[in-house]
């Protein structure tokens, strides 16, 4: 029976999932009918592959988190568990590249820095995230085999849902090995961001030196620009903090509240960081427009 308190962060987590499936749905859905309309663009081929991870890594966060809160039995029968685990890999991978690849392409795009190496990277954008998703592969090529020894290293250590027979510093290493290449997608997404921060605060700078009197509109751009990716390191930051708490409540026995909030804190990131897409981006912020007008007018009717 789940207490007072575990129920409110139930409903909590249930109604972040669902804003985070319509929003990215929203936000995939836009832009497959933009490539179908005109002609296909990078920028559309990464925000289709960032809502489509997303949803799906919704969707695994909280399958996996109703069988560990209301039939935990389950992990000790069959193959749920390898199941689980690989789509996890797989998922949240692809989630944590297309995010970066989107910081990359803006930063190549927006910043503006006069270092040879990013003049070179910002001439041939377009080879940059082909390039990257090399990395992808390779990382999930990688990661494949150690998560098929850690899956039976842990069938052999008798894990349940809730409890884990194993040494915390040897299980903290296995989950590090295995999420290297998040981890560093998730490192380059924060430098990358926070260079493009710095480029665009040293732009408005100088636009404020040089136009006196009324604030410019790119001025105003900048500002939201900056906005923008400081809510994106603040949702990542708190995503990855919801992980690190899911992780570690196979050493908190039955602790059903401090998983539900894991749970929560992670689904606030691709709820979050879809509707800020939304708000920051002209041609999705015109389609969110119309589609209420539509639904005003029909509420109306």
Same mark, same amino acid.
């Given at each position: 029976m789940l207490s007072v308190v575990d129920s409110i962060f139930m409903f909590v987590l249930i109604?972040?999932?669902?804003?985070?499936?319509? $929003?990215?749905?929203?936000?995939?859905?836009?832009?497959?009918?933009?490539c179908v309309k005109n002609k296909f663009s990078m920028i559309a081929f990464i925000l289709i592959g960032l809502a489509i991870s997303r949803i799906c890594l919704?969707?695994?966060? @909280?399958?996996? $988190?109703?069988? &560990?809160?209301?039939s935990p039995a389950m992990y000790a029968s069959g193959n749920l568990i390898d199941y689980i685990s690989y789509l996890w890999v797989i998922i949240n991978q692809s989630s944590t590249w297309f995010a970066a690849s989107l910081i990359i392409f803006y930063f190549l795009k927006i910043a503006n820095f006069s270092n040879y190496i990013f003049l070179w990277l910002k001439s041939r954008i377009n080879r940059v995230?082909?390039? %990257?998703?090399?990395?992808?592969?390779?990382?999930?090529?990688?990661?494949?085999?150690?998560?098929? &020894?850690i899956i039976n290293d842990y069938k052999m250590k008798n894990v349940t849902a809730w409890h884990l027979n194993m040494d915390k510093s040897e299980f903290f290493m296995k989950q590090i090995l295995l999420n290297l290449g998040v981890i560093f997608l998730f490192? %380059?997404?924060?430098? !990358?961001?926070?260079?493009?921060?710095?480029?665009?605060?040293r732009h408005n700078r100088q636009i404020q030196l040089n136009v006196t $009197?009324?604030?410019?509109?790119?001025?105003?751009? /900048?500002?939201?620009?900056?906005?923008?990716?400081?809510?994106? @390191?603040?949702?990542?930051?708190? /995503?990855?903090? $919801?992980?690190?708490?899911?992780i570690s409540c196979f050493f908190v026995p039955e602790?059903?509240? %401090?998983?539900?909030?894991?749970? !929560? !804190? !992670?689904?606030?990131?691709?709820?979050? /960081?879809s509707f800020i897409l939304i708000l920051g981006n002209?041609?999705?912020?015109?389609?969110?427009?119309?589609?209420?007008?539509? %639904?005003?007018?029909? &509420?109306?009717?």
């Open positions: 109604s972040v999932s669902i804003l985070g499936i319509l $929003g990215n749905g929203f936000i995939g859905l836009v832009n497959c009918i933009d919704i969707l695994i966060v @909280i399958t996996d $988190g109703f069988i &560990k809160v209301f995230i082909p390039l %990257l998703m090399g990395s992808l592969l390779i990382s999930l090529l990688l990661t494949f085999p150690q998560i098929v &020894k490192t %380059l997404s924060l430098i !990358t961001c926070f260079l493009l921060i710095v480029s665009l605060w $009197g009324f604030k410019d509109s790119n001025t105003e751009a /900048h500002v939201k620009a900056i906005k923008v990716l400081i809510s994106f @390191i603040i949702l990542l930051i708190l /995503h990855s903090i $919801g992980i690190v708490i899911e602790n059903k509240l %401090l998983f539900i909030f894991g749970m !929560t !804190t !992670t689904n606030i990131y691709p709820w979050g /960081h002209s041609k999705l912020k015109q389609a969110s427009l119309k589609v209420l007008q539509q %639904l005003k007018c029909c &509420k109306k009717g």
